[in-house]
């Protein structure tokens, strides 16, 4: 797994505290499991070469599975190139109908 920072502030995140909690991680394990991964700042911070991750969200699910697909990654990029470049309030509401 590529090493990267979370891209997404998350309310409960463990950005600030992940050198206490790898205190308490073994040094070896075969799959990182995270149940409520949100920003993913212990996935990122641990960068395991298997991972199984879950969170409520749906939509940030969404997007995890968008990042594990460069295609769909490039697409998703791409896209919110194009949203950035129209930023303006016609297009907001346009995008929002």
């Known amino acids: 797994m590529l090493k990267v920072k979370p891209f997404v502030k998350w309310a409960g995140g463990k950005r600030q505290?992940?050198?206490?909690?790898?205190?308490?991680?073994?040094?070896?394990?075969?799959?990182?499991?995270?149940?409520?991964?949100?920003?993913?700042?212990?996935?990122?911070?641990?960068?395991?070469?298997?991972?199984?991750?879950?969170?409520?969200?749906?939509?940030?699910?969404?997007v995890y599975r968008v990042m594990s697909d460069y295609d769909k990654y490039q697409k998703m990029c791409a896209l919110l190139n194009k949203y950035e470049r129209e930023n303006s309030k016609e297009f907001y509401y346009k995008l929002r109908d």
């Open 17 to 62: 505290i992940i050198d206490k909690l790898k205190k308490y991680m073994p040094k070896k394990f075969n799959t990182y499991y995270e149940p409520f991964v949100g920003g993913g700042a212990v996935l990122f911070e641990l960068a395991p070469k298997r991972a199984v991750i879950n969170d409520w969200n749906e939509e940030l699910m969404n």
